[in-house]
């Protein structure tokens, strides 16, 4: 699959209350993101060059170094020029007397024959003679849209201040709505279920809220372009022959963290039993139950050197417990579990027999699938620290998808410990009444608020931008929730099992069974917000 190259323009501007920007809402039949709030922006054009010579304030090899590129960076902030013009009626552009356009502008009577490839911005500038100034813009971020989606773009971000005077309004075909609006309100509205967006905006506007006025996100956004990840193809070994990993394999950032040199030495494949050291005194080794809910197996990470710390031991599986104390040479001084469902906590009891280890967890609550036989002799409670000889761990407590999930954060590393509330290539179950939807989503939050650079899962392998997983699964999360409250306003009152078929309408009836707990996970958690409620095992909304 193609992807093409996008740009966005983030429009900001100044209130009492500190810096709004400009949101559009693309349409419900949109193919991509419906009904979802973005900045304006789209795809860039064959056309884009031919406004080059209408540029002011930057020339085309500056930007281009600036945003890594051999050249084209201007094609860029042209497109976002356009497309800001096109969807929301705001062009960034000034008149021979270097004067920014205003509203009564005759360019604004133009505006529909640009959207419908009539004329171009060339033709616009040449015909008004006008230019754009470049300058004016500032380089943000840099995303690719990750394999999955219909279409993909490598979309590039710039900042701007809007043109006094000028009145944003939505095209009214692939944009229905549009707010000014701060940053921060945006993100609570979001958290709060009331607005739809994607990972790249909830990123921008969360940047944004660190900043009180247009000047002082502009001198910033100048001075600090962002920081650039890898994104070539990387080698590495599967089955013992090499393979380039693309950027969106699960083993590539793994790959890219232990073999930053590009020897192609790491494996792109879990194998269990087979322990990989994965940073600092940190040896991950898999264990032999693989499955649809396990993936490759459950990992149980080992800290330290001569005494060691045991995160995670598994299953009661003979053979690996066996390799645990052949890899720690039975010097197992403390185990910690992040929660006690059957694939993590279970060889716990034959470590504590075989080592005389201290184990710390909390206990298993009721219900199918949980460890009733875990004992712990310390119950951490949110925010201890546990002292390993690869370093400190904090325990964060993450409820979600078990009420006594706890989380370890390496803090010299900044490895996260995720247990199961951040999985690799799947989204966490969470099953009323032990899991809940609310305090899944929640505890995301939290995490955001700690110093991640790594995620070790305990499935899968590591992954890097952790802030960006994050939002992923909150926005995914959040996405099916909005999703199944339209189906509530619109079938209310109604059964779980109708509400699921008209929610879940996007993936197989077969597991809609599966899906109804993941609905009424939701459902609770529309239900403690107040925005829906059960009479007669019928939903209903407030």
């Given at each position: 699959?193609?992807?093409?190259?996008?740009?966005?323009?983030?429009?900001?501007?100044?209130?009492?209350?500190?810096?709004?920007?400009?949101?559009?809402q693309r349409t419900w039949e949109a193919i991509f993101l419906p009904g979802y709030y973005v900045f304006p922006g789209g795809a860039v054009n064959e056309q884009e060059s031919e406004a080059q010579p209408?540029?002011?304030?930057?020339?085309?090899?500056?930007?281009?170094?600036?945003?890594?590129?051999?050249?084209?960076?201007?094609?860029?902030?042209?497109?976002?020029?356009?497309?800001?013009?096109?969807?929301?009626?705001?062009?960034?552009?000034?008149?021979?007397?270097?004067?920014?356009?205003?509203?009564?502008?005759?360019?604004?009577?133009?505006?529909?024959?640009?959207?419908?490839?009539?004329?171009?911005?060339?033709?616009?500038?040449?015909?008004?003679?006008?230019?754009?100034?470049?300058?004016?813009?500032?380089?943000?971020?840099?995303?690719?849209?990750?394999?999955?989606?219909?279409?993909?773009?490598?979309?590039?971000f710039f900042v701007a201040v809007a043109p006094e005077g000028q009145v944003a309004e939505h095209d009214g075909q692939e944009t229905i709505d549009h707010v000014w609006i701060s940053p921060a309100q945006?993100?609570?509205?979001?958290?709060?279920?009331?607005?739809?967006?994607?990972?790249?905006?909830?990123?921008?506007?969360?940047?944004?809220?660190?900043?009180?006025?247009?000047?002082?996100?502009?001198?910033?956004?100048?001075?600090?372009?962002?920081?650039?990840?890898?994104?070539?193809?990387?080698?590495?070994?599967?089955?013992?022959?090499?393979?380039?990993?693309?950027?969106?394999?699960?083993?590539?950032?793994?790959?890219?963290?232990?073999?930053?040199?590009?020897?192609?030495?790491?494996?792109?494949?879990?194998?269990?039993?087979?322990?990989?050291?994965?940073?600092?005194?940190?040896?991950?080794?898999?264990?032999?139950?693989?499955?649809?809910?396990?993936?490759?197996?459950?990992?149980?990470?080992?800290?330290?050197?001569?005494?060691?710390?045991?995160?995670?031991?598994?299953?009661?599986?003979?053979?690996?417990?066996?390799?645990?104390?052949?890899?720690?040479?039975?010097?197992?001084?403390?185990?910690?579990?992040?929660?006690?469902?059957?694939?993590?906590?279970?060889?716990?009891?034959?470590?504590?027999?075989?080592?005389?280890?201290?184990?710390?967890?909390?206990?298993?609550?009721?219900?199918?699938?949980?460890?009733?036989?875990?004992?712990?002799?310390?119950?951490?409670?949110?925010?201890?620290?546990?002292?390993?000889?690869?370093?400190?761990?904090?325990?964060?407590?993450?409820?979600?998808?078990?009420?006594?999930?706890?989380?370890?954060?390496?803090?010299?590393?900044?490895?996260?410990?995720?247990?199961?509330?951040?999985?690799?290539?799947?989204?966490?179950?969470?099953?009323?009444?032990?899991?809940?939807?609310?305090?899944?989503?929640?505890?995301?939050?939290?995490?955001?608020?700690?110093?991640?650079?790594?995620?070790?899962?305990?499935?899968?392998?590591?992954?890097?931008?952790?802030?960006?997983?994050?939002?992923?699964?909150?926005?995914?999360?959040?996405?099916?929730?909005?999703?199944?409250?339209?189906?509530?306003?619109?079938?209310?009152?109604?059964?779980?099992?109708?509400?699921?078929?008209?929610?879940?309408?996007?993936?197989?009836?077969?597991?809609?069974?599966?899906?109804?707990?993941?609905?009424?996970?939701?459902?609770?958690?529309?239900?403690?917000?107040?925005?829906?409620?059960?009479?007669?095992?019928?939903?209903?909304?407030?």
């Amino acid at each position: 699959m193609d992807i093409r190259p996008a740009a966005t323009l983030v429009l900001t501007r100044d209130t009492e209350n500190g810096i709004e920007v400009l949101l559009m809402q693309r349409t419900w039949e949109a193919i991509f993101l419906p009904g979802y709030y973005v900045f304006p922006g789209g795809a860039v054009n064959e056309q884009e060059s031919e406004a080059q010579p209408h540029v002011v304030g930057v020339e085309d090899g500056d930007i281009s170094q600036t945003m890594s590129l051999d050249e084209g960076g201007a094609d860029y902030m042209l497109a976002a020029v356009r497309e800001c013009f096109e969807e929301a009626g705001i062009l960034l552009a000034q008149d021979a007397n270097g004067k920014l356009v205003g509203a009564d502008h005759q360019v604004h009577g133009e505006r529909q024959a640009l959207f419908r490839d009539e004329v171009s911005l060339a033709q616009l500038c040449e015909k008004h003679g006008l230019v754009v100034p470049l300058d004016r813009l500032a380089y943000l971020s840099h995303w690719v849209t990750p394999p999955g989606p219909p279409r993909r773009f490598d979309t590039r971000f710039f900042v701007a201040v809007a043109p006094e005077g000028q009145v944003a309004e939505h095209d009214g075909q692939e944009t229905i709505d549009h707010v000014w609006i701060s940053p921060a309100q945006a993100l609570e509205e979001h958290r709060a279920g009331q607005r739809l967006l994607g990972l790249p905006t909830i990123r921008t506007l969360r940047v944004l809220c660190d900043f009180s006025s247009t000047a002082e996100l502009m001198r910033y956004a100048h001075a600090n372009p962002p920081e650039t990840f890898p994104t070539d193809p990387w080698p590495a070994l599967r089955k013992g022959k090499p393979v380039m990993l693309e950027p969106n394999a699960p083993a590539y950032d793994e790959a890219v963290k232990l073999d930053p040199e590009g020897e192609g030495t790491t494996r792109a494949e879990i194998v269990p039993g087979q322990a990989v050291e994965v940073a600092a005194g940190v040896v991950r080794l898999t264990a032999p139950n693989p499955g649809m809910m396990t993936g490759p197996g459950t990992n149980t990470y080992i800290l330290g050197f001569e005494r060691f710390t045991v995160i995670d031991p598994g299953p009661a599986h003979e053979a690996h417990i066996e390799k645990i104390l052949e890899v720690t040479g039975g010097v197992v001084d403390q185990v910690l579990v992040t929660h006690t469902h059957l694939d993590h906590s279970p060889a716990v009891l034959e470590l504590k027999q075989r080592t005389g280890c201290r184990v710390f967890g909390w206990p298993a609550p009721e219900g199918a699938g949980q460890d009733q036989f875990f004992k712990a002799d310390d119950e951490p409670e949110h925010g201890d620290l546990i002292v390993s000889e690869a370093g400190i761990l904090k325990v964060i407590h993450t409820p979600g998808h078990a009420s006594n999930h706890l989380c370890f954060l390496l803090t010299d590393q900044e490895l996260l410990f995720s247990g199961d509330h951040i999985m690799q290539g799947s989204t966490v179950v969470i099953n009323p009444p032990d899991g809940d939807m609310k305090a899944y989503v929640e505890s995301l939050y939290e995490l955001l608020e700690e110093p991640v650079r790594f995620i070790a899962p305990a499935h899968g392998f590591l992954m890097g931008q952790p802030e960006a997983v994050i939002d992923y699964l909150i926005t995914h999360r959040l996405s099916r929730e909005h999703k199944i409250f339209r189906s509530l306003q619109a079938l209310a009152p109604v059964s779980l099992k109708d509400l699921t078929a008209k929610a879940y309408d996007d993936v197989p009836a077969a597991i809609h069974g599966l899906a109804a707990r993941s609905a009424l996970a939701h459902l609770l958690k529309l239900e403690a917000e107040q925005r829906a409620y059960q009479s007669d095992n019928l939903w209903h909304t407030h």
